[in-house]
């Protein structure tokens, strides 16, 4: 089965720009899509078709989608981008989730 | 505006079978499917399945098959998702989620949420 990869935990200074990768085979051949969870939230989502913001979701937010990585960059990091983000493909008509990777800014 | 409200949270002893409910509002549920999402307690997110909004064909995660369904009432513009034989591990935080198909599927809205507790 497919299986997308995330490291569980990410820091980042803020101010400065968190990347957070979600590795697959030929996952760059699949479209990607990215969540944040906020502790005790639903998940909101950031970026879908690899690149695009959904309308509400501010400009820092930017993603990338090539080879076997797709990445969720974060510019200009801020103390309410603290949260867990989890990506997202389509594959076989199944919905994969990655893990999940915890950003912290500290 | 889009909102999708599930029902309450459910506490079910080992066995049962629980029902829980998400009602749409702010678009007609014919122009959507719907998706079935659980997390258990500090884990991450797991798909079950899809239900079309206007047909209700349905597609559900291999693990679920057997003990899940999933139907809709477009009278009232609400889901439903069944899941029978629970066990411990299915205590969860299960969630309905928009789902937009466009080359591929994502979710743009999701509910609030809803705690089953599987425990004897």
């Known amino acids: 089965s497919y299986e997308l990869t995330q490291p569980p935990s990410v820091s980042v200074s803020p101010g400065q720009t968190a990347s957070i990768p979600c590795s697959a085979h030929?996952?760059?051949?699949?479209?990607a899509c990215w969540y944040q969870q906020k502790p005790g939230q639903s998940p909101v989502l950031v970026i879908y078709?690899?690149?695009r913001r959904p309308s509400g979701i501010p400009e820092r937010f930017s993603g990338s989608n090539s080879g076997d990585t797709a990445t969720l960059t974060i510019s200009g990091t801020q103390a309410m981008d603290e949260a867990v983000y989890f990506c997202q493909a389509w594959d076989s008509n199944t919905i994969i989730f990655g893990g999940g990777t915890k950003l912290t800014v500290l | 505006q889009v909102q999708l409200v599930q029902s309450g949270g459910e506490v079910k002893k080992p066995g049962a079978s629980v029902t829980v409910s998400c009602k749409v509002s702010g678009y007609s549920l014919t122009n959507h499917a719907i998706s079935w999402v659980r997390q258990a307690p500090g884990q991450g997110l797991e798909w079950m399945g899809w239900?079309?909004?206007?047909?209700?064909?349905?597609n559900y995660a291999q693990k679920f098959r057997g003990r899940v369904t999933m139907t809709t009432d477009t009278s009232t513009s609400t889901t439903y998702m069944d899941l029978r034989g629970l066990r411990s591990d299915d205590t969860a935080v299960y969630y309905c989620a928009r789902e937009i198909v466009d080359g591929t599927s994502f979710f743009d809205y999701w509910g609030q949420g809803t705690l089953v507790t599987v425990s004897s």
């Open positions: 030929k996952l760059g051949e699949k479209y």
């Open positions: 239900i079309s909004g206007n047909y209700g064909n349905t």
């Open positions: 078709r690899d690149t």
